[in-house]
């Protein structure tokens, strides 16, 4: 039961917000040009709207679910002083 609420809290790092962004930039590009070129090819605009929709489905699929790829650098708070701790 652990496993899955730590899957499902949504911790990722830095880095993988780097990695998350990179990766969003450049398939959101690539599906974008791909996408006009074989609507372009095939004259259909329902072909390219639907062709890009299904590469923004995909994305999401990688990218929204907190993977542990993206959680390879946590983060290491510094825990509460003793001093901080006496003021609460």
Same mark, same amino acid.
């Given at each position: 039961?652990?496993?899955?609420?730590? #899957?499902?809290?949504?911790?990722?790092?830095?880095?993988?917000?780097?990695?998350?962004?990179?990766?969003?930039?450049?398939?959101?590009? @690539?599906? @974008?040009?791909?996408?006009?070129?074989?609507?372009?090819? #095939?004259?259909?605009?329902?072909?390219?709207?639907?062709?890009?929709?299904?590469?923004?489905?995909?994305?999401?699929?990688?990218?929204?679910? =907190?993977?542990? #790829?993206?959680?390879?650098? =946590?983060?290491?708070?510094?825990?509460?002083?003793?001093?901080?701790?006496?003021?609460?």
């Amino acid at each position: 039961m652990s496993v899955l609420s730590e #899957m499902f809290e949504g911790k990722i790092d830095f880095h993988g917000q780097r990695l998350v962004d990179q990766i969003s930039k450049v398939v959101l590009v @690539a599906a @974008a040009i791909i996408s006009f070129i074989v609507g372009f090819a #095939m004259q259909s605009l329902q072909i390219t709207f639907f062709l890009y929709g299904a590469c923004i489905v995909v994305l999401a699929l990688v990218v929204i679910p =907190p993977w542990p #790829m993206f959680n390879s650098h =946590p983060v290491k708070w510094l825990s509460v002083s003793e001093e901080e701790k006496k003021t609460k």
